[in-house]
Nanobody, 121 residues
């Protein structure tokens, strides 16, 4: 059983900062990509940032230069440092990880429960 537990969301004023964390636990042999997605009310879930096991990173155009993704492989944890936040960043942020839980390179997609980020103007 694999779980992703997120923390760090909250309410912040425009221009402020937040740091999200997501720790993967359970039976984990290897983790491929880890990332963050978000879903605002009435909108589809979208990719925010993603980092592979080889540290290849991609960002949504709307967050480039403001948000930074990183990972600690020893802790099976991914982070999202969010600076210069804007009201349009308001959404539920979901952690995602592609994990081999059996040791047979059978990778599965896992999601966290989501954490609310609200940016006031």
């Amino acid at each position: 059983q694999v779980q992703l537990v997120e923390s760090g969301g909250g309410l912040v004023q425009a221009g402020g900062s937040l740091r999200l964390s997501c720790a993967a636990s359970g039976t984990i042999f290897r983790i491929n990509a880890m990332g963050w997605y978000r879903q605002a009310p009435g909108k589809q879930r979208e990719l925010v940032a993603r980092i592979t096991s080889g540290d290849s990173i991609n960002y949504a155009d709307s967050v480039k230069g403001r948000l930074t993704i990183s990972r600690d492989n020893a802790k099976n944890t991914v982070y999202l440092q969010m600076n210069s936040l804007k009201p349009e960043d308001t959404a539920v942020y979901y952690c995602n990880a592609v994990i081999d839980f059996s040791g047979s390179y059978d990778f599965r997609n896992y999601w966290g429960q989501g954490t609310q980020v609200t940016v006031s103007s």
